[in-house]
């Protein structure tokens, strides 16, 4: 069994900041992890990829975010983090982590509602 746990959702005025944390645990080692990745859901819309990052640290960011969020993540403690600044309200949504192990499925979080009000 793995488990992500995700924290650090919460409600932020528009212009604001949070970070995210994702930890892995359970059964699977940190370097059975290849990517880790945040994903969002707004009400009524797709989830969609918010960014991502590999093991070796190479990241990618859809282009709404860029420039705004930082994907990082520590290997050691099997955790994913998004540090998002300058938040707006179009960023409203549940933001859910997924971990990509080099073999097997991937694992999702249960997700962390993040709200900017303007």
């Known amino acids: 069994q793995v488990q992500l746990v995700e924290s650090g959702g919460g409600l932020v005025q528009a212009g604001g900041s949070l970070r995210l944390s994702c930890a892995a645990s359970g059964s699977i080692f940190s370097f059975d992890i290849n990517v880790m990745e945040w994903y969002r859901q707004a009400p009524g819309k797709q989830r969609d990829l918010v960014a991502g990052i590999t093991r070796g640290g190479s990241t990618n960011y859809a282009d709404t975010v860029k420039g705004r969020f930082t994907i990082s993540r520590d290997n050691a403690k099997k955790t994913v983090y998004l540090q998002m600044n300058s938040l707006k309200p179009e960023d409203t949504a549940v933001y859910y982590c997924?971990?990509?192990?080099?073999?097997?499925?991937?694992?999702w979080g249960q997700g962390t509602q993040v709200t900017v009000s303007s």
């Open positions: 997924r971990v990509s192990p080099y073999y097997g499925n991937a694992y």
